[in-house]
């Protein structure tokens, strides 16, 4: 039902059939638009070959300044908006208290995961059209253990979504919004420890006990990209499942009250 038939926008992320967006891309392309895609390494992008063939496709790793220098050259087009879907963080060790986090891994986190969203739209400011906008993928407002210090990280991303949108209306009206997802089946999430769990407690905290799937984050992505979401701005839009209103379900209560 969204017509976006010559528009023109830039997705990074894809990592497989499971992303964020990967979903998003289609369905943007469905809609009409033209996608050119970033990969952070040469597997990556290989696979946007074969997933998105004959598409633009480039190699941009943000812990690149030289990358990112020639982004909007490797671009080259008016842009109505882009995505914003890169997020890591070390688990490599395994679980760990939020207190023992170490300051290079953190740091590392934050300017892939938030900062990198600064870097890339001061980069794209140029091509970006006057009513473009941007949208970045962030995460529900569970607070939970296992997401570790990639939670404070992703709620700076929030607020850092918000001054861009601050910043970049001094000159134009482009828009910057984020979207809280629920839990989700992706790649990257099954690297989160103890993820499989949080999965399954939170499927029974949606209304519908039924756990968000992929599209419904990217529908709302391309909503929200598109000029029907023009009067949002600066604001992070939860996609959960009605989950933040039932912490207290009642057949999960009952069941713990019986233990």
Same mark, same amino acid.
Request: with cysteine; hydrophobic share 40%; net charge positive.
């Given at each position: 039902?969204?017509?976006?038939?010559?528009?023109?926008?830039?997705? #990074?992320?894809?990592?497989?059939?499971?992303?964020?967006?990967?979903?998003?891309?289609?369905?943007?392309?469905?809609?009409?638009?033209?996608?050119?895609?970033?990969?952070?390494?040469?597997?990556?992008?290989?696979?946007?070959?074969?997933?998105?063939?004959?598409?633009?496709?480039?190699?941009?790793?943000?812990?690149?300044?030289?990358?990112?220098?020639?982004l909007?050259?490797?671009?080259?087009?008016?842009?109505?908006?882009?995505l914003?879907?890169i997020?890591?963080?070390?688990?490599?060790?395994?679980?760990?208290?939020?207190?023992?986090?170490?300051?290079?891994?953190?740091?590392q986190?934050?300017?892939?995961s938030?900062?990198?969203?600064?870097?890339?739209?001061?980069?794209?400011?140029?091509?970006?059209?006057?009513n473009a906008?941007?949208?970045?993928?962030?995460?529900?407002?569970t607070?939970?253990?296992?997401?570790?210090y990639?939670?404070?990280?992703?709620?700076?991303?929030?607020?850092?979504?918000?001054?861009?949108?601050?910043?970049?209306?001094?000159?134009?009206?482009?828009?910057?919004?984020?979207v809280?997802?629920?839990?989700?089946? #992706?790649?990257?999430?099954?690297?989160?420890?103890?993820?499989?769990?949080?999965?399954?407690?939170?499927?029974?905290?949606?209304?519908?006990?039924?756990?968000?799937?992929?599209?419904?984050v990217?529908?709302?992505?391309l909503?929200?990209?598109?000029?029907?979401?023009?009067?949002?701005?600066a604001?992070? #839009?939860?996609?959960?499942?009605?989950?933040?209103?039932n912490?207290?379900?009642?057949?999960?209560?009952?069941?713990?009250?019986?233990?």
């Amino acid at each position: 039902m969204i017509d976006l038939k010559g528009k023109t926008y830039f997705i #990074t992320g894809v990592a497989n059939k499971k992303s964020v967006a990967y979903f998003s891309a289609k369905a943007l392309l469905q809609a009409g638009a033209e996608c050119i895609f970033s990969a952070q390494n040469e597997k990556n992008l290989e696979k946007i070959g074969k997933l998105f063939p004959g598409k633009k496709a480039f190699l941009l790793d943000v812990e690149s300044p030289e990358q990112l220098k020639e982004l909007k050259n490797n671009i080259g087009v008016e842009l109505d908006g882009f995505l914003h879907s890169i997020a890591f963080a070390n688990f490599s060790e395994g679980p760990k208290p939020f207190h023992e986090t170490k300051l290079k891994d953190y740091l590392q986190a934050c300017h892939i995961s938030s900062f990198s969203l600064v870097q890339i739209s001061n980069e794209l400011k140029d091509l970006l059209k006057d009513n473009a906008s941007v949208v970045t993928i962030s995460i529900s407002n569970t607070l939970a253990t296992s997401y570790g210090y990639l939670g404070p990280i992703k709620a700076m991303l929030e607020t850092t979504c918000a001054y861009l949108a601050k910043s970049f209306s001094e000159f134009s009206n482009i828009r910057f919004n984020s979207v809280g997802a629920g839990p989700l089946k #992706t790649s990257a999430s099954a690297g989160i420890p103890n993820y499989i769990e949080n999965y399954l407690y939170s499927e029974q905290l949606t209304l519908r006990k039924k756990n968000l799937s992929t599209q419904e984050v990217a529908n709302t992505v391309l909503f929200l990209l598109s000029p029907l979401a023009s009067g949002i701005n600066a604001t992070n #839009t939860l996609v959960d499942a009605g989950m933040r209103a039932n912490y207290f379900d009642q057949a999960i209560v009952k069941g713990f009250s019986k233990l």
